[in-house]
């Protein structure tokens, strides 16, 4: 029998997290995590999810992405699931940055590993560290197909009306200034899964699915296939999100430079870990931010107020876009699980046939679910993503046809 198990790995500057999934049944067998890479007190943990058993955890120096991902095989193993397991079919890697050229999951090779390698100044933070990712796998099972899914993919259906900043298009080319979009993965799986909670097919339905997690984005998903996103040549752009600003007027950033003299990595930091959210009120957790509104906090209110304001406008933006909506989709840790951050988003928009039943929307549960009312004219749902499964799900389709 062919093998059937896909190793998931999404591989940070300092750290790794993997699963491994049988796709005979889509069932995990185990998931973990290696943290602080280099430092000296690395972390590991890892939960094997096949027959049971401990989660497992490890405090000690891991030098390097190399080692990270033997002691990720030596965990595996003692569970009879080790790397070089002849059940393994593929290792599926996360890839944050496609450019314009990976449009669809790719089997990696010498020239695929040069074009990620390529579209490094345009994500400097990522993808080096998804390049050393796939390099350490390569290296420990040459043999093994080794597949790269990218979060830009889902985003190349963009038209060049959405895609394309209004610049003057030859440095825009020059540079490869451009939207990309990302959290592409998540947006699949979720547009697809609300296509199949309202038991139509893909090609039939128009979504805005809310992706919102520490970082969020919104997209407009026009039968199966993505139009507008919010973020855009990096994940800066959009939605109000837990450390980063989203939208804002480019000329801010002179005004830090010219009046407040900052430098551009001042300004960098600034913007992507010192804004959003946690700017606003000094905290990045909706779950923090709500108990601070209950408790009549001003502060941690007009937070809200600034991040709720900002998915309405999404949501419009994206509705006239679409000109039909069949539904709007909540995912990710915020979407998933505040309620509040629900209710207040679609609040007001009865016109556009958006509304939301208080009690559905209570409801906490790990399935996708309606919360609009019996009978409303556009859906809205709230639908767990699964991007680790997703990225399994595509690598393993595509080493099954080669
Ligand atoms: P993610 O990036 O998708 O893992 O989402 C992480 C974020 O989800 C956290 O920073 C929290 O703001 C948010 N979150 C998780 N659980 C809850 C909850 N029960 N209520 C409100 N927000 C939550």
């Not at 973990?32 to 096949?50: A, C, N």
């Not at 010498?110 to 579209?119: M, P, T």
């Not at 959405?162 to 030859?170: F, M, S």
């Not at 039939?204 to 970082?215: C, F, K, T």
Request: proline content about 4%.
């Amino acid at each position: 029998m062919s093998p059937t198990r896909v190793l998931v790995l999404n591989s940070g500057s300092s750290s790794v997290k993997y699963q491994l999934l049988d796709m005979r049944d889509n069932s995990r067998l185990a998931v973990g995590l290696v943290e602080r890479i280099g430092e000296e007190t690395s972390r590991l943990k890892h939960t094997p999810l096949h027959g049971g058993g401990a989660t497992r955890e490890s405090t000690g120096p891991i030098p390097d992405h190399e080692a990270a991902l033997k002691a990720v095989s030596a965990e595996l193993a003692k569970d009879g699931l080790g790397l070089d397991s002849s059940e393994l079919a593929a290792i599926g890697h996360r890839v944050v940055h496609g450019g314009k050229s990976f449009t669809e999951p790719t089997v990696i090779d010498e020239a695929v590993l040069a074009e990620i390698e390529r579209l490094i100044p345009v994500a400097p933070l990522h993808n080096p560290a998804n390049l050393t990712g796939i390099r350490t796998a390569r290296a420990l099972r040459p043999d093994l197909p080794q597949v790269a899914v990218f979060d830009t993919a889902f985003h190349t259906t963009m038209p060049e009306s959405a895609a394309r900043y209004a610049i003057d298009v030859r440095t825009a080319d020059e540079y490869r200034i451009r939207r990309y979009g990302f959290h592409g993965t998540s947006h699949a799986f979720v547009s697809r899964a609300t296509a199949e909670l309202l038991g139509r097919a893909p090609e039939d339905v128009n979504v805005i699915v809310l992706h919102l997690g520490n970082g969020a984005s919104a997209s407009a998903v026009e039968k199966g296939r993505c139009v507008d996103t919010s973020m855009g040549l990096t994940p800066l752009e959009g939605l109000v999100m837990g450390t980063r600003s989203g939208d804002l007027d480019p000329a801010v950033i002179f005004h830090l430079a010219r009046v407040g003299g900052l430098s551009t990595d001042e300004i960098d930091t600034l913007l992507n870990k010192r804004s959003g959210l946690i700017g606003l009120c000094g905290d990045n957790d909706m779950r923090e931010i709500r108990r601070r509104v209950d408790e009549g906090d001003q502060q941690a209110q007009l937070a809200f107020d600034i991040y709720i304001h900002r998915l309405k406008k999404y949501i419009g933006a994206y509705y006239a876009v679409l000109g039909r909506v069949d539904a709007v989709a909540f995912t990710a840790g915020v979407g998933e699980n505040a309620a509040p951050v629900r209710e207040a988003a679609i609040a007001g928009l009865q016109e556009l046939g958006l509304a939301v039943d208080a009690e559905l929307n209570a409801v906490r549960s790990d399935e996708p679910r309606l919360i609009s009312p019996a009978g409303a004219r556009v859906a809205v749902a709230v639908v767990p993503t699964d991007e680790e499964l997703e990225i399994a799900a595509q690598t393993y389709a595509l080493v099954a046809r080669n």
